[in-house]
């Protein structure tokens, strides 16, 4: 029976086995993180492992364990046990990229409703746009105006 396992590799290998698995027909999982709007390449979820779906009675269990570039299964108080199908399903969730939507930047002075960690739902005015995907706001807090910089998607 299929069944998804972790599996320990060399460092920077990843893709190259999962090529080899693929030559295997065996499915492979390597969690990606990838930013928005970023040139930089993706980067691993789990740097040196990766979720390879094989049914550990077959031939192909061996031939897995064997590539080379696997250190060794990870296994759970001594013994082989698969991830569970649920765990893999969530990560695939949470790592689909996202539709992304076009922000609409307020314009300086326009009153706005802040939504970050501690500060949901505070009024605030909006003051300029920063670099790295940030602005500045203008909030009334503790009996003073402050200045805060926060992510451009926090302001609604």
């Not at 192909?60 to 570039?69: A, K, T, Y």
């Not at 005015?125 to 805060?148: D, K, M, Q, T, Y």
């Amino acid at each position: 029976m299929l069944e998804w396992f972790l599996f320990k590799v060399n460092a920077r290998s990843e893709y190259r086995i999962t090529a080899l698995c693929r030559q295997l027909d065996l499915r492979t999982f390597l969690p990606v993180v990838t930013k928005a709007q970023s040139a930089s390449a993706p980067t691993l979820l789990f740097p040196g492992y990766l979720f390879i779906r094989v049914d550990p009675y077959s031939p192909r269990w061996r031939q897995v364990q064997h590539l080379d570039g696997v250190q060794a299964l990870v296994r759970t108080a001594g013994e082989i046990r698969p991830v569970e199908l649920s765990l893999i399903l969530s990560l695939k969730r949470r790592l689909k990229p996202k539709a992304t939507k076009v922000l609409q930047i307020p314009e300086p002075g326009q009153s706005i409703q802040l939504n970050y960690f501690g500060f949901e739902q505070i009024d605030a005015i909006f003051e300029e746009p920063c670099a790295n995907e940030r602005c500045r706001i203008l909030i009334n807090i503790l009996g003073g105006e402050r200045s805060l910089t926060v992510p451009i998607q926090a302001v609604v």
